[in-house]
């Protein structure tokens, strides 16, 4: 009867185990702590300022897909490598998540 028990048990904790990546999976794209970054609208931007030691550039943007007007404004890059491939004066069109960090761009030709 006990073994009965300890096998149910660890059944019921494998089965678990194996909900936790299909909940995961169902949460909608950019809802889950900003792992889907292909999915954010880009907005476009000149670049005024590339600061490298801080990983923060300054860009004069269009409308944000949150409804920001155009402005100039600074965010926070991702990646402070980033840092060496913006410069002063170049147009690019950016994503950015819930907290105005620029997860992913492209320079405009
Ligand atoms: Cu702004």
Redesign the pocket.
């Known amino acids: 009867m006990k073994i009965a028990i300890a096998i149910a048990i660890a059944i019921a904790a494998f089965a678990a185990s194996l909900s936790v990546p299909v909940v995961a999976a169902d949460n909608p794209p950019g809802q889950s702590g900003g792992v889907s970054f292909a999915a954010q609208p880009m907005t476009d931007g000149l670049v005024r300022k590339v600061d490298g030691s801080s990983g923060r550039v300054t860009i004069s943007?269009g409308r944000?897909p949150n409804g920001?007007p155009p402005?100039t404004?600074v965010f926070r890059l991702k990646e402070m490598a980033w840092a060496k491939q913006i410069r002063e004066g170049d147009r690019i069109r950016f994503a950015i998540d819930d907290s105005y960090t620029l997860v992913r761009f492209e320079h405009v030709k």
Do not use: R, T, V
């Open positions: 943007h944000l920001m402005m404004m």
